[in-house]
């Protein structure tokens, strides 16, 4: 058998450069897990780093995605917990097992500061991994470590979120489909905004108590107070950035929780502050989750039975056309690249 593998790599900052190259399967010593990767999943996030607009640090040549899904097929000398078969996923940063979080933490995220997941194989640390749950297919699994965990941490560790309160997700990507799915499993209220009707159709079939269509209710702010009789939510995860975030501090109830994840429309632009005071507002920055975190949320996903959506499965050769639909922003959910 051949010690050769494929790996994908991005060779300068544009996505139409990540090419096809050939690596030497590693072997795994001590703590260390082998991994044959089956399936990633995309997040915006990759498109931040294909431009080069995610961190200056970013150097390349750099194997892309921050979330794969694969099998152990060997173990160093000195693992305990998981063994060759074992079905599993890396955490999105495979230093941060739990607490609160920590620079050098952040600085091991994978698909940005370390070679990511699209690649047939990777060695990681037992300490990084969750099993699969066991319901869930490789490539459903491939997209939990980041827009799930995502959610996960804003919904029910910074948002603190209760049964019976009122939660805003905005558009139909990864972090928010995952938002409506765990907000209802918790019994919450959910308000959904999407730039089509077709996809505000899905989002009532799956659950969406208050659906609102940005684009044609450009007021979307005002329309979130009259559905909540001018209360406003208790939680809005907050994926929109410079374009949506002064809306949303006008969505958010007195005392409310906006947990900031995303720029979708954009990084730059200020929030005036006077919301925030008057209103006494609590802006929470959220960067996915530890590895406890992941763990939460899978033993939440197995008693419910939970699957994620995915909206379109490519091969990994199909890698360009792939990012290229995640960019269109056609996309309901997620979208996974099988290895
Ligand atoms: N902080 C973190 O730890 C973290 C983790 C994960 C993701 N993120 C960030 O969170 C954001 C979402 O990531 P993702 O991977 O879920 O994205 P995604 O799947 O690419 O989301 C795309 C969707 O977002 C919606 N959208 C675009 N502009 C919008 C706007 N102005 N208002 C409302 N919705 C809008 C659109 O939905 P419709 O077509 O329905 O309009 C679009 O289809 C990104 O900025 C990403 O970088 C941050």
């Known amino acids: 058998m ?29 703590h260390q897990v082998l991994i044959r990767v089956k399936a990633v999943s995309l997040n915006f996030r990759e498109l ?86 066991e319901h869930l297919s490789y490539q459903e699994a491939a997209t939990l470590p980041c827009a799930a965990v995502t959610a996960w941490n804003a919904l029910f560790e910074k948002g603190d979120l209760q049964p019976g309160q009122t939660v805003l997700v905005q558009g139909t990507g990864g972090v928010s489909i995952f938002a409506l799915q765990f907000a209802k499993m918790a019994g919450a209220t959910v308000i959904a905004t999407s730039s089509s009707d077709d996809k505000l159709a899905r989002l009532k079939d799956m659950g969406a108590d208050h659906l609102i269509n940005y684009k044609t209710t450009e007021k979307w702010d005002a329309e979130v107070l009259k559905v909540t009789n001018g209360q406003g939510v208790d939680l809005v995860i907050e994926v929109g950035g410079s374009g949506t975030l002064e809306k949303s501090t006008n969505a958010v109830k007195f005392g409310g929780i ?82």
């Open 258 to 339: 906006i947990c900031v994840i995303g720029v979708l429309s954009g990084a730059g632009g200020g929030v005036s502050p006077i919301n925030l005071i008057m209103r006494s507002i609590d802006m929470k920055g959220i960067f996915v989750g530890s590895r406890t975190m992941f763990e939460a949320m899978n033993r939440a996903i197995t008693n419910h039975k939970m699957r994620p959506v995915i909206d379109k499965t490519f091969e990994a050769d199909q890698i360009i056309a792939a990012l290229q639909h995640l960019e269109s922003g056609a996309h309901f959910g997620k979208i996974v690249v099988n290895l």
């Open 2 to 30: 051949s010690d050769k593998y494929t790996a994908y790599e991005l060779q300068s900052f544009d996505y139409k450069s990540i090419a096809k190259t050939e690596r030497t399967i590693p072997k795994p010593q001590g």
């Open 48 to 133: 931040l780093v294909a431009r080069g607009h995610y961190s200056k640090a970013i150097k390349t040549p750099l194997v892309p995605c921050s979330d794969g899904a694969g099998e152990i097929v060997a173990v160093g000398e000195n693992t305990k917990k998981f063994k060759v078969g074992d079905r599993v996923m890396p955490n999105f940063m495979p230093d941060w097992h739990g607490g609160p979080p920590t620079l050098d933490g952040a600085r091991t995220a994978l698909g940005a500061f370390v070679d990511g997941m699209l690649q047939q194989y990777v060695v990681m640390d037992e300490a990084s991994l969750v099993y699969i749950p």
